[in-house]
């Protein structure tokens, strides 16, 4: 069973510039959360969706958003570039709406000059 | 509001020994406690989840235990390896699903087994 797949492993951006990242949670997984994750501040919860709906949301500016499809992918979308946003992004999925275990994928990790 | 705290930030044992990492946090009204493990560059592996009813979850060689009441949870791994080398996460999972709630990660402990 292929685990969640996050694409592209690495970027690189200019400030200002806006920046998609992409996540295939494990099939038959229709719940995907997505994190940030900094030396400084940790891992922190960015937001949740659950059959294309945004369940929860963390503490973040309105320049992070994201959507899911009905396949359960889901994007990530930050616009208008700022150096720190440079971090590590992780997805991880899980099976429904429920507090079970989470499956993380790789991460993406975005380096903004 | 939730505080996840986990110490030492960096751990060193050598190999063939038992440890216990430790995670605390500041309220207790909690969902579930789990466990993960990073390491370098790479996402998260979940090791073990404790429901809010439980006391503790058991994996291989690895133990964890829940006291809600003096708000803290600990990871016992038993005969370390060199394998066993990485950043050890805890998160703690509010009760509710309402949109203001969310999983709170603690920022982890660094362990390096030395073979």
């Known amino acids: 069973k292929a685990g969640v797949t996050q694409t592209p492993r690495y970027l690189i951006k200019t400030r200002g510039q806006q920046v998609t990242l992409s996540c295939s949670p494990i099939?038959?997984?229709?719940?995907v959360s997505w994190y940030q994750q900094t030396p400084g501040q940790g891992l922190q919860f960015l937001f949740e969706?659950?059959?294309?709906?945004?369940?929860n949301k963390g503490n973040f500016p309105g320049r992070f958003s994201g959507r899911q499809f009905s396949n359960s992918r889901s994007e990530m979308n930050v616009s208008t570039l700022e150096l720190g946003d440079s971090a590590l992004y992780l997805c991880a999925s899980k099976r429904d709406s429920s507090n079970e275990k989470l499956f993380f994928g790789s991460g993406t990790q975005l380096s903004v000059l | 509001k939730q505080e996840v705290t986990q110490i030492p930030a960096a751990l060193s044992v050598p190999e063939g020994e038992n440890l216990v990492l430790n995670c605390s946090f500041t309220d207790s009204a909690i969902y579930n406690l789990q466990w993960f493990r990073q390491d370098p560059g790479k996402g998260l592996t979940s090791l073990l989840l404790?429901?809010?009813?439980?006391r503790e979850q058991t994996s291989g060689r690895l133990n964890a235990s829940l006291d809600k009441s003096s708000g803290r949870s600990t990871l016992y791994i038993a005969a370390s390896q060199p394998g066993d080398s990485a950043t050890y996460l805890c998160a703690v999972t509010p009760p509710s699903m309402n949109r203001d709630d969310k999983i709170i990660f603690g920022k982890g402990t660094r362990l390096h087994i030395l073979p």
């Open positions: 099939s038959g997984h229709r719940s």
């Open positions: 969706y659950f059959s294309e709906t945004q369940r």
């Open positions: 404790i429901q809010s009813s439980q």
